[in-house]
């Protein structure tokens, strides 16, 4: 059976909180004994995880030289969701799905802060393209911290494709270009709205592009011409969350 690796101690003890059938094995550095190593290691013993104190270069060698902080954990890898399973969940909502398109982000380190700005913007799930996509491995599960277990994420085989199932569905594709004239903050975000953001650098492939239904950029003030992926996603999700938060409490008043 596959297996992963998964280190930091945010994202293990996260995962032997809720998934603790998930994690096989545990290897802990030797000589610290500290609250967030005894919190790991009651939760393992509560679940039966085996444990093992190593030296430090074994972390380093397991985590492929990762910031583990001390922890590495053997996991059974996530079930991913599949489109059909998504679009059913998002049937069943009782509220506006809010939605998160990636298409192209390949760096783990923005994938895992997608995730984790994702599960704090109340996102319903994160969808990427099956090909030319980064990995949900050690590294992006680490800086997700914990999000990766609480966001589901769905390889989309056609992104095109997909974002046609979903204009079925009566879901809104809002893009991010800088060459949109509207700022994301002027877009309505508050129906059954999926925010697209493209790869680092090149942006929105162009069939994704030609698949919203409006686009939106982020005004800078600075000299700088572009924010990081994930930056910017974080700046989008939230103006999208504010405005829902104020549309639910005007519908409910």
Avoid: Y
Avoid at 225 to 250: D, K, M, P, W, Y
């Amino acid at each position: 059976m596959a297996q992963h690796t998964l280190f930091g101690w945010h994202a293990v003890t996260t995962l032997l909180e809720r998934h603790p059938e998930r994690v096989r094995s545990l290897k802990l550095q030797q000589g610290r004994e500290d609250g967030r190593q005894k919190r790991v290691r009651q939760l393992a013993d509560d679940f039966g995880v085996a444990v093992e104190q190593c030296q430090r270069r074994v972390l380093d060698e397991a985590s492929d030289g990762g910031n583990h902080q001390g922890v590495v954990a053997v996991i059974k890898p996530p079930v991913a969701l599949s489109e059909d399973a998504l679009l059913e969940r998002l049937e069943t909502l009782g509220r506006p799905p809010f939605i998160l398109l990636l298409d192209g982000v390949t760096d783990p380190h923005n994938l895992g802060a997608c995730l984790r700005t994702a599960d704090a913007a109340g996102v319903d799930a994160v969808v990427v393209p099956k090909d030319h996509s980064a990995p949900l491995n050690g590294v992006a599960m680490k800086v997700a911290s914990g999000a990766a277990e609480s966001v589901p994420l769905v390889r989309a085989t056609n992104l095109a494709r997909f974002m046609r199932r979903c204009r079925e569905q009566g879901i809104w594709f809002t893009g991010t270009s800088d060459s949109a004239e509207a700022s994301i903050h002027d877009l309505d975000l508050t129906g059954p709205v999926a925010l697209v953001m493209g790869a680092e650098g090149k942006g929105m492939r162009r069939l994704t592009r030609d698949h919203c239904d409006q686009l939106g950029h982020l005004p800078m003030a600075g000299l700088v011409s572009s924010l990081n992926v994930s930056v910017a996603t974080g700046v989008c999700l939230f103006e999208a969350r504010r405005q829902r938060t104020i549309a639910s409490g005007a519908h409910g008043a």
